[in-house]
């Protein structure tokens, strides 16, 4: 149960205010069904997802967990700094 908390509270804190909420809205504002919005969103969420979780086994079982942290850490700053520099 504590993983899938950690898990919600992450996800939830780092799609806050996403280009994954503007291009819904942006789908909505189209007049497309807010139904057919929602399960389509959730399908590609939940397919995403399970391929990091895949991927995700694949590496642990390879490669030590404090590695594969740092690994998202460093992969994060890289693509902060890239995304600061293209909006200079």
Request: glycine share 12%; net charge positive.
């Amino acid at each position: 149960m504590k993983a899938i908390w950690i898990a919600f509270g992450t996800i939830f804190l780092a799609e806050l205010g996403d280009k994954t909420q503007l291009a819904v809205l942006a789908m909505k504002g189209k007049g497309l069904s807010g139904w057919g919005i929602f399960i389509g969103t959730m399908t590609a969420f939940a397919v995403l997802t399970g391929l990091a979780v895949l991927v995700g086994e694949w590496l642990h079982a390879r490669i030590p967990g404090e590695i594969i942290e740092k690994i998202a850490a460093a992969s994060f700053v890289v693509i902060g700094v890239f995304m600061w520099f293209e909006k200079l």
